[in-house]
């Protein structure tokens, strides 16, 4: 089923970590998975829903049956019969709800986490969800269920961001906030603004109202960014990013806080360990050592995953950029879209073929 293959090199080293397959539909609607060097036929029609994880890909079939594909041993398995809920997934964790029971997948079997669940969010290490039964704001952490808050019921819904394994939870009522992190709860602050939150990897970013100081929890460590209220912040794999008071865009990594732009940028993004921004329409990458001139306008399509951005240049050119170094992937122009998958990049060819740009090959279907 492989046409053709040529090698290219993304000049990193590779992620200890497991491949994420690269699902995609053909012209004839058929469902196909690329893992292993291989292309492996799925279903004979299109899917009503995909998720793409770390050695699995998790499927709603065209019929409504969720099923998930382990290319180790090319397993498919029938997860439930009528999934009717709502998935939500990252690269490493996936949980399904059937009425107020919500499921996970381990070794292609279904799994029951809880009961009595009335909404839940998921992220890397961590499930958060309030149990309708007990009235409590819950947290999935290493197969435990530990309670982080009670929700009283007819009050306001419980308020909380979540990181890749961190939680920052506020009772509205008394403007408290808390945080979750390694099993532990810890208290924040005593006053809040809930809009200047953000739950990261490791990282939590806060303005507490009490001493007037923008606050960074960082493995558990308390760190001083600003006397200042930002106007906003978002949180990364051990990152902040924010907009402090003056209109200046920062960024608080490696311990230390950089000021990355004295003015308001158009708009900003963390996405794992990177920051991207707008500068005068200008598509930025932040660096400790000098920010990158990604393009001097803006993508009309890039993503970012693990550390590496790719975007489509005014050619329609496919690049990425990774640890400061640039790649061209592939030899085509007026590449119509991309979509990317852990370290593996996926697009249709101008010839109609399918084309999976991985670290250490290109394969063509």
């Not at 008394?174 to 990897?201: E, N, P, W």
């Not at 960082?218 to 209109?247: C, H, I, Q, T």
């Not at 005068?280 to 660096?287: A, G, H, P």
């Not at 496919?318 to 640039?326: E, F, M, P, Q, V």
């Amino acid at each position: 089923m492989i046409r053709s293959s040529v090698v290219v090199a993304f000049g990193a080293a590779l992620i200890a970590r497991a491949q994420v397959p690269v699902p995609f539909t053909t012209d004839e609607d058929r469902f196909m998975v690329f893992a292993n060097r291989r292309f492996e036929k799925l279903e004979p029609r299109v899917p009503q829903e995909v998720h793409a994880m770390e050695g699995q890909v998790l499927y709603r079939d065209h019929e409504g049956r969720l099923k998930v594909f382990l290319p180790e041993g090319r397993r498919l398995h029938l997860l439930d019969s009528q999934a009717n809920g709502v998935i939500r997934s990252t690269r490493s964790r996936i949980v399904w709800n059937n009425a107020d029971t919500i499921k996970t997948v381990r070794e292609g079997r279904a799994v029951v986490l809880m009961n009595n669940v009335e909404r839940f969010a998921v992220s890397d290490s961590l499930v958060v969800y309030i149990d309708s039964n007990m009235h409590h704001l819950s947290v999935l952490w290493k197969n435990r269920s530990l309670p982080l808050a009670d929700v009283t019921q007819g009050s306001e819904r419980a308020q909380w961001v979540q990181g890749s394994n961190t939680v920052a939870f506020f009772n509205k009522s008394d403007r408290r906030l808390s945080m979750f992190y390694r099993g532990q709860v810890k208290v924040l602050c005593d006053s809040t603004d809930v809009g200047i939150v953000s739950a990261g990897g490791d990282v939590i970013g806060y303005w507490d109202g009490n001493s007037k100081r923008f606050m960074a929890m960082l493995r558990g460590e308390e760190v001083f960014l600003s006397d200042v209220r930002p106007a906003s912040v978002k949180a990364g794999a051990g990152m902040l990013a924010f907009v402090d008071g003056n209109g200046r865009l920062k960024c608080f990594a490696n311990g230390e806080v950089h000021t990355v732009l004295d003015r308001i940028p158009s708009g900003y993004w963390v996405n794992d360990s990177m920051l991207t921004y707008l500068d005068d329409n200008r598509f930025m990458l932040f660096d400790p050592r000098g920010s990158i001139l990604v393009e001097p306008y803006v993508p009309e399509r890039w993503q970012v995953e693990g550390g590496m951005l790719v975007y489509l240049n005014i050619n329609r050119e496919l690049h990425s950029i990774r640890n400061g170094k640039r790649e061209r992937l592939g030899s085509e122009a007026s590449i119509a879209s991309f979509d990317l998958f852990g370290e593996s990049v996926r697009y249709r060819s101008p010839l109609g073929n399918t084309v999976v740009v991985t670290p250490r090959r290109t394969y063509v279907f």
